[in-house]
C-alpha cells in the first residue's frame, strides 16, 4: 500500500519540503537512528498546521439543508414513497447540527413511521425510544405509544402491543387534538385492549408447544479462534510463519480474529460503520460531524468515546491530503487509546519478545509492536516521506485536542512514524462481496483496511493453502486445501501462480514485501493458468529426495512409470491416475450442484473432490486450481451465514 495518492495536497507539500530542505540538512536527518529523533527533527523545520491551513470543519452539519430533506421525506410520505421517504429522513438526520434535540427527535419518530410502513419493526421500535430519549414532545407522545403498539402488533408480541396501547390512552389526554379526533383514537385503543387478551391466551397456548419441539440454535461464532494444531515457527529467511501439526482437511476455519485496528474507505463512511464495518441502511449518526455514521448507539458511543473523539472534523481534510489508508490506520491505531496508555508502555515497548506479545490481546499495542517493518532496507527518501506524514497525523492529534501535555508529543509522533512502517507489510486490505442480485456469483470489493494481529505473522506462497473473508471487520481464515502435519499454512499477498508469471510475482514480493518467494510454484516455476495445456498431464517427481520437478505426459498414457528428465528416477503415475479419474467425476458433479445453486452440496462435493488429490503425486494442477477456486466461491455463497452478502438493488 502507498503512503499517499497522487491527487491529495500533501504530494505538492512533500515534494516542496525536500526541494527546500539543504543537502548538509538532509543528511543530518539520514543519519538519524530513532523514529521519535526523526519525527523531532521533521515536526522541528516548518509548523505544518500553519503551512497547510489546517484546521477542524464541520461543514456537513446544517439546519436549512435538514430541514429541505425533512420536507422532502414528509413529501415522499405523503405519497406513500416509504423507501423514499426514509432516505430523506436519513439525510435529515445526518445535517441535523448538534444542539436541536427537538428537531432530532421529531426526524427520528418520522422515520419510525417510515420504518413501520416498511414492516421494519424491531428498528421502528428503536427509533421511537431514540425520539423519547431525544425529548420528544408531550402533546405528541400518543404518535409514539400508538405506532409502538402497531409495532408489537407486527411482531406478533401481543403482550407488549396490549400495553403500550393501554399507554397511549394517558398519552391522549395530553394531546391537542380536536375533541372528536381525540376520541377516535381513545375508541381505536380501548378495541384493541379489549381484543388482544384473548390472542394472548391462544399464544401463550402454542408457545409452550413451540418450546417442546424447538430445535436448537446453532451455537454463535466466537470472536477470536485459533485452529488447535496451528503454531508459529522462525527461520532467519523467512522471519515468523505459521504452520501446523495436525493435518487440516480442506474448507477447516483455521483463524477468526477482530482487527487490532480498522479504517473504512472514505467512499463507504457514508454506507457503513465506522466502528464494526456493517453494513447501514437505518443510521445512528455523529452529533457534531456528518462524515461517518454508526450502526447502533453502542458503536457511536464507542467512537466519539475513543478514536471519533479526536478524529471528528478532521477527516475531510485527512481524505482530501490524499494520505493512504494505511496512513489512516497509523492515526486510528493512536486515537483509539490514550495518551496516559502510550505513556505507560514507553520503557517496554523496544524490549518485547513474541513470548510475551503471543499471550496479549488483539486490542494490546504491545501486541503489534514488533511487526516487522524492514527498518534496515528504507532508504533515507522513504524515512523523509513518512516522516512528514507522521506530522501531518500528529497535527490531527493537536488539532483534536488528544494531548494533555507536549511532553509527549515527540514520542508519540514516533510511535506516528513506526505504525506507518510496520503497517506497510502487515496490513490486510478489508473486502465485501457485493453480488448484482441472486445469482451472481459476487464479487469482492475493498472497503477499508485492518491488522490482524495473528493473520499478519502468515507467510506469502503463490500457490496459498488458505483463503480469508470478512464478516463485518473480523476476518475468517479458511483451508482451499489439504494440508498435511508439519507444513506451512501459507496466504496469498497477491500474486497467484495461476494468474501471474514467476517473473511478475518475484519482482512485485521483492519490491512490495521485500522477498524472493520459492513456493513449489516458484521453484518448480508452474506454468500459469492460460498457458497450461489440458492434452499434458503433470504429476510431481517423487522419485529424488530433492528433485521438484515436474514431469509432463500426454493425457493419452500408457505407460505407468515414467522416467524423470532430472534426477533420472522413476515416478509410478498409477495411483495418481486413480485418483484423477475419480477428481474429475466429483468435479464435474460439484460444478453442477455449483450451478444449480445447491451450495451446500456442491460444497460437500468440492471438500471430498479436495481429498481425493494426493500430495505423493502432485495432480495436473489446472483441475487442482479449478478446483481450489471453485471450492473458494462456493464456500463464499455457502458461507451467506458467515458473511454479509450485499445485494445492489
Ligand atoms: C505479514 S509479514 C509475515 C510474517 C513475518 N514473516 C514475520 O516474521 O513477522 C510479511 C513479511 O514476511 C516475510 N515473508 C512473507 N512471506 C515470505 C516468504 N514466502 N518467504 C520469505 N519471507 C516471507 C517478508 O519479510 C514479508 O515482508
Known amino acids: 500500500m502507498e503512503t499517499y495518492k497522487k491527487d491529495g495536497f500533501f504530494q505538492k507539500y512533500c515534494e516542496n519540503m525536500r526541494k527546500n530542505i539543504g543537502q548538509n540538512e538532509f543528511n543530518d536527518f539520514a543519519q538519524l537512528e530513532s523514529d521519535e529523533k526523526r519525527f523531532e527533527f521533521i515536526n522541528a523545520l516548518k509548523s505544518i498546521v500553519t503551512e497547510l491551513k489546517l484546521a477542524r470543519e464541520f461543514k456537513g452539519k446544517n439546519l436549512e439543508r435538514s430541514l429541505e430533506f425533512k420536507n422532502l421525506g414528509n413529501k415522499a410520505f405523503q405519497k406513500e414513497s416509504w423507501t423514499e421517504a426514509l432516505a430523506h429522513y436519513n439525510l435529515c438526520y445526518l445535517a441535523t447540527p448538534e444542539g436541536n434535540e ?23 421500535l428503536k427509533d421511537i425510544q431514540r425520539a423519547i430519549d431525544h425529548n420528544y414532545p408531550k402533546d405528541l407522545m400518543y404518535k409514539l405509544t400508538e405506532r409502538k403498539a402497531r409495532c408489537y402488533l407486527g411482531k406478533k408480541d401481543h403482550v407488549k402491543a396490549l400495553q403500550c396501547f393501554k399507554d397511549t390512552l394517558p398519552a391522549l389526554d395530553e394531546c391537542k387534538l380536536p375533541l372528536e379526533r381525540r376520541q377516535k383514537l381513545e375508541r ?60 487440516l482437511k480442506p474448507n477447516t476455519i483455521i483463524l477468526l480474529e477482530k482487527p487490532h485496528v480498522s479504517v473504512l474507505l472514505e467512499e463507504y463512511s457514508l454506507s457503513h460503520c465506522s466502528t464494526c464495518f456493517k453494513r447501514v441502511t437505518i443510521p445512528v449518526c455523529c452529533p457534531k460531524c456528518s462524515d461517518v455514521i454508526f450502526c447502533s448507539e453502542a458503536c457511536e458511543k464507542k467512537a466519539n468515546s475513543s478514536y471519533h473523539r479526536y478524529e471528528c472534523g478532521f477527516l475531510p481534510i485527512f481524505w482530501k491530503s490524499g494520505a493512504s489508508i494505511t496512513c489512516h490506520m497509523a492515526l486510528r491505531m493512536i486515537t483509539q487509546k490514550t495518551e496516559e496508555y502510550f505513556v505507560g508502555l514507553r520503557y517496554e515497548l523496544d524490549g518485547l519478545t513474541s513470548e510475551v506479545t503471543d499471550k496479549l490481546n488483539n486490542d494490546d499495542y504491545r501486541k503489534v509492536y514488533k511487526l516487522v517493518t524492514h527498518e534496515d532496507k528504507r532508504s533515507p527518501e522513504d524515512y523523509f516521506q513518512r516522516t512528514l506524514m507522521a506530522t501531518l497525523l500528529n497535527a490531527c492529534l493537536s488539532l483534536g485536542g488528544y494531548y494533555k501535555s507536549k511532553e509527549s508529543e515527540s514520542f508519540i509522533g514516533g510511535l506516528l512514524l513506526h505504525n506507518l512502517q510496520f503497517l506497510q507489510y502487515n496490513a490486510h486490505e478489508i473486502s465485501e462481496l457485493q453480488r448484482e442480485n441472486e445469482r451472481d456469483i459476487g464479487k469482492s470489493t475493498f472497503i477499508g483496511g485492518g491488522l490482524y494481529p495473528t493473520l499478519a505473522l502468515f507467510n506469502h506462497s503463490c500457490e496459498p493453502g488458505v483463503t480469508r473473508y470478512y464478516r463485518g471487520n473480523s476476518v475468517c481464515v479458511r483451508t482451499v486445501k489439504g494440508i498435511p502435519a508439519g507444513s506451512m499454512v501459507a496466504e496469498n499477498y497477491g500474486p497467484l501462480f495461476t494468474q501471474v508469471s514467476r517473473e511478475e510475482r ?135 451465514r458467515f458473511i454479509r452478502m450485499v445485494s445492489k438493488k
Open 188 to 247: 381505536d385503543a380501548q378495541i384493541m385492549i379489549k381484543l388482544l387478551p384473548k390472542n394472548i391466551e391462544a399464544e401463550a397456548k402454542l408457545a409452550k408447544s413451540k418450546k417442546a419441539t424447538a430445535a436448537p440454535k446453532n451455537p454463535p461464532h466466537p470472536d477470536h479462534y485459533v485452529e488447535k494444531g496451528l503454531y508459529f515457527d522462525y527461520s532467519q529467511d523467512e522471519g515468523r510463519f505459521a504452520k501446523t501439526n495436525t493435518d
Open 506 to 640: 518475484r519482482s512485485t514480493l521483492l519490491n512490495q514485501y521485500k522477498f524472493t518467494c520459492n513456493c513449489r510454484a516458484c521453484a518448480g516455476d508452474w506454468l500459469k493458468f492460460a498457458d497450461m495445456d489440458s492434452n499434458v498431464l503433470r504429476f510431481k517427481c517423487d522419485g529424488g529426495k530433492n528433485c521438484s520437478n515436474v514431469l509432463e505426459i500426454p493425457a493419452e498414457i500408457n505407460e505407468f512409470m515414467v522416467q524423470c528428465t532430472e534426477c533420472g528416477e522413476h515416478t509410478n503415475i498409477m495411483k495418481g491416475l486413480k485418483s484423477l479419474q475419480d477428481t474429475d467425476m466429483l468435479f464435474k458433479s460439484a460444478t453442477k450442484l455449483h450451478e444449480a445453486g445447491e451450495y451446500e452440496f456442491a460444497l460437500k462435493k468440492y471438500v471430498e473432490m479436495m481429498n481425493t488429490l494426493d500430495e505423493v503425486l502432485v495432480p495436473p494442477y489446472r483441475d487442482y486450481h479449478l478446483c481450489q477456486q471453485g471450492l473458494r466461491s462456493c464456500m463464499l455463497e455457502f458461507g451467506n
Open 102 to 124: 427537538a428537531e432530532r427527535a421529531i426526524i427520528l419518530a418520522n422515520r419510525s413511521a417510515a420504518l413501520y410502513h416498511l414492516e421494519k419493526y424491531d428498528q421502528a
